[in-house]
């Protein structure tokens, strides 16, 4: 991977299961570089401070749509075998982080896929008023890691599944997958679907890396 800010080239590593250190070091990190954020926000934009909405509208321009998050609690309650957690890490620091929830039925064709439960990259990963993010496209990275376990551990056809959050639709849709309604029993978030040459298409980046 290459860093937008220094250009400097980094070898990266991709950790498959629920290892606490890794939470720990998640935890930690991205923690730090949030209040980082929000106090920037704070400084850029004061007239948060007392407008709800206002503060609403700016959290998500500044890339804090999970900011109520804690991947420590994640990490004790998606424990089952039917989750299975994905690390990334470069420069010593943990970039991305993805969870699956396996199995689901495909829309498509009936077929069983696995669903992301949850996908983030690093604060510093992300776009925000007069900030250059450092790495590009950790999440896609690791959801090709997934596919490639999927196929070959679980058995699975390529395809995945999953429930946007409204900044990261327009991700998704870039992606070739396919728009559904949304589901009133997740926050009313829209529910979308690769198909399968798109899946195959993501597995194989992380097959000829």
């Not at 498509?108 to 496209?137: H, L, M």
């Not at 679980?154 to 990261?168: D, E, I, K, M, N």
């Not at 589901?183 to 980046?205: C, F, S, W």
Request: charged letters at 25%; hydrophobic letters at 35%.
């Amino acid at each position: 991977m290459t860093c937008r800010q220094t250009g400097q080239a980094y070898q990266y590593e991709v950790f498959q299961g629920l290892k606490p250190t890794l939470v720990l070091q998640l935890e930690s990190e991205w923690s730090d570089e949030k209040r980082k954020v929000l106090r920037q926000l704070l400084q850029d934009v004061p007239e948060v401070q007392n407008d709800s909405n206002l503060f609403y509208e700016q959290i998500f321009l500044y890339g804090l749509a999970d900011l109520q998050w804690s991947w420590l609690n994640k990490a004790t309650a998606l424990t089952g075998d039917e989750y299975h957690w994905f690390f990334l890490r470069a420069d010593s620091k943990i970039q991305a982080v993805c969870i699956i929830y396996h199995p689901k039925v495909s829309r498509e064709d009936g077929e069983r896929i696995f669903y992301i439960d949850y996908v983030a990259s690093a604060y510093w990963n992300r776009s925000r008023p007069g900030y250059t993010k450092q790495f590009s496209s950790v999440g896609r990275i690791l959801i090709s890691h997934a596919l490639h376990f999927a196929t070959t551990t679980l058995g699975y056809r390529p395809g995945f599944c999953l429930h946007s959050l409204p900044t990261a639709e327009s991700y998704y849709k870039r992606l070739g997958m396919v728009e559904y309604e949304k589901d009133v029993t997740k926050e009313n978030l829209r529910y979308y679907e690769a198909p399968q040459v798109i899946a195959e298409q993501l597995e194989r980046e992380v097959v000829h890396e």
